[in-house]
């Protein structure tokens, strides 16, 4: 048996393919834990992890995607507000609005309100049903498909796309430019180098878009894009509107891959589920938060404390980090009864944080939940029986599987499955 | 200023709110049960509905389009219903009861 007590989380590569004995190793130890490395505090508990979600006067996300590494500042003094504003220059990752404290994150924010109506999502969800069925079209005659990068990424990509208004014939380079999901958030194996980085890709389309429809406004979802103006009635400059949309590529991408591939997963290797939620459709919604609550695409995030205060037991300086255990808080027995079970009637599934809670908790979590509903239904319809593929994966009783490298990210890096087509 | 917010089994809980926060924060930074607020307060997610009646109703500000949009497209079905995170606390809702239902979501 591993001794945890050893164990660096943030660098150990064998965890990210079996985390979740490792976050009762830490619950274990109450609702918050301090690591014996880098100075983290994590959390474990549903309801600590909650508040802390909900305080954001008393907890920055500057480093929610920066993590464990050492601030870019010697924490000072009973406040550190403001030098966590004084350090976000230069660094892309301190200017990403999932990293941003209000009141600037309240303006950012609100620029993104618009892309999120009902009216905008309804349109986006018609061309979910189109787009699912043509991919699937590339695959259909095959018996078999990797479901990561054959169906979920490029689906996720140009779900966003459409979202945000792309115009058709730029779908194509946008899927090119996510041709596979490349290097992992919070990679185990360090951070990755910054000029692989596709956002910056789609940043620069996206300058030349909102530049035109301003220039050149016409009656579509771009120009409302480049038209909205933060709540003081000002007009955004260009280039933050830009990386704010190219942000939601990263923000939905990843997360929803994840999912999907998490949710054929489960019901490639439980075949009488899969049976069950074929013939009651309705069952789907509630699968998928169940989904959603085992296997968190996101299992961990971060938060700085700016206040000295305290968490479960333990006394927190200014300056320190804490990482938000979104895959343990999931299955906090306080809040889950049974919660390592797969239980597809749990009548609390949808409780949990896989979207996080609060200022940040995820604006597209109702556009992720119609891309997985979108997912299985479709793939229901074309496939009569959906299995693991036993030629990459192994027999039923010695199951190959492997997981991204990452200490934020969970899922599986590929997953291949083989179907018998509808008739 | 108090706000009391009950929930559908009859639970009181009174609040003293502050002024500049949302009925929907006044609530979940006071740790009331009942209002999930999902999405934070962006009006995106429908998950912290309450019921007004018609004299506190008076004293807010109608619901936007957007407001309206998203109570039907969570199928809202009570005219009374309000997305809390769009009501801001100020001094003339000082003692405002409100309603929750028994789920935020279905």
């Keep these: 048996m591993k001794r945890f007590e050893d164990v660096d989380y943030f660098s150990d ?9 490792y976050f009762e190793y830490l619950r274990a130890q109450g609702p918050a834990a301090r690591l ?3 100075g983290v505090v994590a959390i474990t508990s549903y309801d600590e ?3 802390i979600f909900r305080n954001e006067e008393r907890f920055s996300s500057y480093n929610a995607a920066y993590g464990p590494q050492p601030l870019p500042f010697t924490p000072e003094g009973d406040d550190i507000t403001d030098q966590i504003e004084s350090h976000r220059d230069g660094n892309l990752i301190f200017r990403m609005i999932s990293t ?3 009141p600037n994150h309240t303006r950012l924010r609100h620029l993104l309100k618009g892309l999120f109506s009902p009216k905008r999502l309804k349109e986006n969800e018609k061309f979910m049903w189109k787009l699912a069925d043509g991919l699937i079209d590339e695959f259909i005659d095959k018996g078999s498909f990797e479901i990561v990068s054959q169906f979920a ?3 996720a990509t140009l779900v966003i796309a459409d979202l945000l208004g792309v115009p058709e014939e730029d779908h194509k380079a946008f899927r090119k430019i996510f041709d596979s999901l490349g290097s992992v958030t919070g990679s185990v194996n360090g951070p990755s180098k910054p000029e692989n980085n596709p956002l910056l890709k789609i940043e620069a389309y996206f300058v030349g ?4 429809r301003r220039a050149n406004p016409r009656d579509d979802v771009l120009t409302d894009l480049a038209l909205t103006k933060y709540p003081d009635g000002s007009l955004p400059a260009v280039k933050d509107v830009a990386s704010l949309s190219a942000f939601l590529f990263a923000a939905g991408q990843e997360a929803t891959v994840r999912v999907a591939a998490s949710m054929l997963h489960i019901l490639g290797e439980d075949r009488a589920l899969q049976q069950r939620l074929r013939e009651d459709r309705s069952l789907i919604g509630n699968f998928t938060e169940e989904a959603l609550r085992m296997e968190a695409a996101v299992k961990a995030g971060f938060r700085l404390a700016k206040v000295r205060t305290t968490v479960g037991d333990l006394d927190i300086e200014p300056g320190t980090t804490l990482m938000m255990c979104i895959a343990a808080m999931n299955r906090d027995p306080g809040r889950f009864a049974d919660p390592n079970t797969f239980d597809v009637d749990r009548k609390n599934a949808r409780d949990h944080v896989a979207f996080g809670r609060g200022i940040h908790s995820c604006i597209g979590a109702p556009l992720a939940r119609a891309e997985l509903k979108v997912t299985l239904e ?6 009569a029986e959906i299995g693991i593929d036993e030629a990459r994966h192994g027999p039923a009783d010695n199951r190959d599987y492997r997981y991204a490298p990452s200490y934020v990210v969970h899922g599986l890096t590929e997953l291949h499955l083989a179907f018998t087509p509808a008739a | 200023m108090q706000i009391t917010y009950i929930e559908s089994d009859g639970t009181a809980h009174t609040v003293e709110a502050k002024s500049g926060w949302s009925v929907m924060e006044n609530a979940v930074k006071n740790g009331v049960p009942g209002i999930l607020a999902e999405c934070g307060g962006s009006a995106t997610c429908g998950t912290c509905r309450i019921y007004v009646g ?3 109703q008076a004293r807010m500000a109608a619901p936007t389009p957007d407001e309206l949009a998203l109570l039907e497209y969570v199928e809202e079905e009570r005219s009374d219903a309000r997305l809390s995170c769009q009501i801001g606390m100020n001094e003339q809702l000082d003692g405002l009861t409100v309603h929750m239902p028994e789920r935020q979501y279905s």
Excluded: H, N, T, V
Excluded at chain 1, 209 to 212: H, L, P, V
Excluded at chain 1, 378 to 383: H, I, N, S
């Design chain 1, 13 to 21: 590569k064998a965890l990210p393919d079996d985390p979740q004995p």
């Design chain 1, 36 to 38: 014996p490395q880098r």
């Design chain 1, 49 to 51: 992890g909650s508040a």
């Design chain 1, 100 to 102: 941003f404290d209000p």
């Design chain 1, 153 to 155: 990424l490029p689906f």
């Design chain 1, 209 to 212: 878009y909102i530049e035109d």
């Design chain 1, 378 to 383: 479709r793939l229901f319809d074309r496939m």
């Design chain 2, 54 to 56: 018609p004299d506190w």
